[in-house]
């Protein structure tokens, strides 16, 4: 039985079974990703429902655990040298999840870090951009009288499916045949972006060939579809 009683958030989420992987998250673009991935490698895990509507990644409980005050979050009992290890930053958690169970990111170390720049290029610059454009297209920020702000995030928005575009032309995953954690951490993004964002006009989504076809593909996948229902939402 693994002990995680060191870890205050499993005083307001207990673990059921303490010797699983538990994650606390939501199925955001940023939540699913993870979700995703322990879907796909089919590694024993517990969710927690993170209520971000009631702030509850402000508690105290959750700030121990992530002090970014952010889903997702990890507590895996099986860390390195079998010792507990919490983590946070879904980027993150997804090259520790692919490196603890040797799957969905190449062992040829070119081919690695050619996977990690997409990872990080979702990180910086899909996740983000995506992100405003959500704001100022469907939330507080259509309010705004002035569009320079909307129409700011939307050309940049455009401009990285163009990117994304042109990396899938011959390709059918990011990596080329090989579906990896850079799909992962990316999908959820496009998906919200012409979906729940409903920005797919401002964005000329119509327009694109390979990245609806790739999102579609993604979207097929039996892990994706799990993944994208975890855990329950509040």
Do not use: C
């Amino acid at each position: 039985m693994s002990d995680l009683s060191a870890f205050p958030i499993v005083l307001r989420w207990p673990a059921q079974h303490p010797d699983r992987l538990q994650f606390y998250s939501l199925p955001t673009p940023n939540g699913v990703k993870v979700s995703i991935m322990l879907e796909e490698i089919g590694l024993p895990y517990e969710p927690h429902t993170i209520n971000i509507g009631q702030n509850e990644t402000w508690t105290p409980e959750f700030l121990s655990l992530n002090p970014n005050g952010k889903i997702p979050a990890i507590l895996d009992p099986d860390g390195p040298g079998g010792k507990p290890l919490a983590l946070f930053e879904s980027g993150a958690i997804l090259v520790y999840l692919a490196e603890k169970t040797g799957k969905l990111l190449p062992k040829d170390l070119a081919e690695r870090y050619e996977t990690l720049q997409w990872v990080f290029f979702q990180m910086a610059a899909i996740g983000p951009i995506f992100g405003q454009l959500g704001f100022f297209h469907k939330f507080a920020g259509r309010e705004y009288e002035d569009k320079r702000p909307r129409d700011r995030y939307a050309n940049e928005s455009k401009r990285l499916l163009g990117v994304l575009e042109t990396r899938l032309a011959g390709r059918d995953w990011l990596m080329g045949s090989e579906y990896t954690i850079a799909d992962i951490a990316t999908l959820g993004w496009v998906r919200n972006l012409v979906g729940f964002y409903g920005a797919g006009e401002l964005v000329e989504y119509d327009k694109l060939k390979r990245v609806p076809a790739w999102l579609e593909r993604g979207l097929a996948r039996p892990a994706v579809q799990r993944g994208l229902e975890i855990p329950k939402r509040p």
